[in-house]
């Protein structure tokens, strides 16, 4: 059997993920969304960070065994709002739902609103988002 080889970086699947994300149509539209909608679009955003704060895993503990904790720590520093923003997203919906958009995260919006692609994508690739993010949640039966 072959070895699989992989040829995506940690650091280029947070490049796609943020691409992704800043294709979303947020803060400027968020009026205009039904409760669905605005539903999907944010667990796709707390889906995808949860994805980047994987792959910065991938990154930061082979960096830390060979001692490079400079290293480590300046992209700990560098994409700590990552996990700032899931965690305030998930506390945002425990204790008050998503009726609103939370406006409260808007200010680390800019982070992947600058990554914008020059293809505006055409459909929409977050529905159904929430419901998987509600079966992640669910404890898992044993």
């Given at each position: 059997?072959?070895r699989?080889?992989k040829t995506?970086?940690?650091?280029?699947r947070?490049r796609n993920i943020?691409?992704l994300?800043?294709?979303?149509?947020?803060?400027?539209?968020?009026?205009?969304?039904?409760?669905q909608t605005?539903?999907?679009?944010l667990?796709?955003?707390?889906?995808s960070?949860?994805?980047?704060?994987?792959?910065l895993?991938?990154s930061?503990g082979?960096?830390?065994?060979?001692?490079?904790?400079?290293k480590?720590?300046n992209l700990?520093?560098?994409?700590?709002?990552v996990?700032?923003?899931k965690?305030l997203l998930?506390h945002l919906?425990k204790?008050?739902g998503?009726?609103?958009?939370?406006f409260e995260?808007?200010?680390?919006f800019e982070?992947?609103?600058e990554k914008?692609n020059?293809h505006k994508k055409?459909d929409?690739?977050w529905?159904g988002?929430y419901?998987?993010?509600?079966?992640?949640k669910?404890?898992?039966a044993?």
């Amino acid at each position: 059997m072959s070895r699989i080889i992989k040829t995506e970086t940690p650091a280029m699947r947070r490049r796609n993920i943020l691409k992704l994300l800043a294709s979303l149509p947020i803060i400027e539209e968020t009026d205009d969304h039904n409760q669905q909608t605005r539903n999907d679009i944010l667990a796709f955003i707390i889906l995808s960070l949860a994805e980047i704060e994987k792959t910065l895993q991938e990154s930061i503990g082979p960096w830390e065994k060979r001692g490079f904790w400079n290293k480590a720590e300046n992209l700990k520093k560098e994409w700590g709002w990552v996990v700032k923003t899931k965690n305030l997203l998930i506390h945002l919906e425990k204790t008050r739902g998503w009726e609103k958009w939370p406006f409260e995260v808007e200010e680390n919006f800019e982070h992947f609103k600058e990554k914008r692609n020059s293809h505006k994508k055409t459909d929409n690739f977050w529905e159904g988002s929430y419901q998987i993010y509600l079966n992640k949640k669910k404890p898992v039966a044993k």
